[in-house]
């Protein structure tokens, strides 16, 4: 068995009218099994058509890479959220506890 590619989990994001769209692509690697077939297997498909499991080698593969980056929305999130001014816009604290009344 030998792993020929890996390609960590990723994030498109789209532009879209209305605003962005963000599609998530999960990490795979690519498997040269000891049968001589190569075959792209993720965390939840590790099963050669022969019947060996590679389950251990793509979780190790896909885990090498480090917790990824953050999700594109984060950026996006803090500036909205500080104003663009520096200081937040309202404490989200107060929406928690307005909805806790409800």
Known sequence: ???IDRRGGHYDV????HGRDYVWHPGCVVVECDCGRREVF??????CVCGA???GVVRREL???GPGEEPPWERDYREWLLGGGGRLLRS?????EEWEEI
């Open 1 to 3: 068995m030998r792993v």
């Open 14 to 17: 789209r532009e879209l009218a």
């Open 42 to 47: 993720t965390l939840s498909r590790s099963v």
């Open 53 to 55: 499991d590679h389950a």
């Open 63 to 65: 885990l090498a890479g």
């Open 92 to 96: 989200e604290l107060c929406d928690w």
